[in-house]
């Protein structure tokens, strides 16, 4: 997952190789507070399931670590302070159904996937 969020920040490439290129050329765009504290968080959450493995517990490692990191984001004003990005104000409750904007040309696109999908799923 944390590799999808990367290569998803990069420009659009055709090859693997390219993605990696990019990667490496843009390293130096990189805001090294956002990732010492992702680092930290990924080795705490690796923490947290390597005790819940040998101690048997049930401890919700995410959920630790998302509030520990808002915590800390808060109570350290990480945002002005280290230049880490903040999410910001997240809107409550769901968004109001509507229907996606569907054209003739979006339909035909869809044809060939759809007759795919059809197809595996009368195979298995």
Known sequence: MCLTDVTTQLPRTDTFEDTVYELFTHLHETNLWTLLASAAALL??????LLNRKKGWLVPGPLIVVAISTILSFTLDLEHIANIAIVGTIPEGLPKPVF???S???FINIIP???S???IGMSS
């Not at 705490?44 to 399931?49: R, S």
Request: proline share 6%; no cysteine.
């Open 117 to 119: 999908i059809s197809l």
């Open 44 to 49: 705490l959450l690796y923490a947290i399931q």
């Open 104 to 106: 003739f040309t979006d």
């Open 113 to 115: 996937t759809a007759f």
């Open 100 to 102: 996606p904007a569907f």
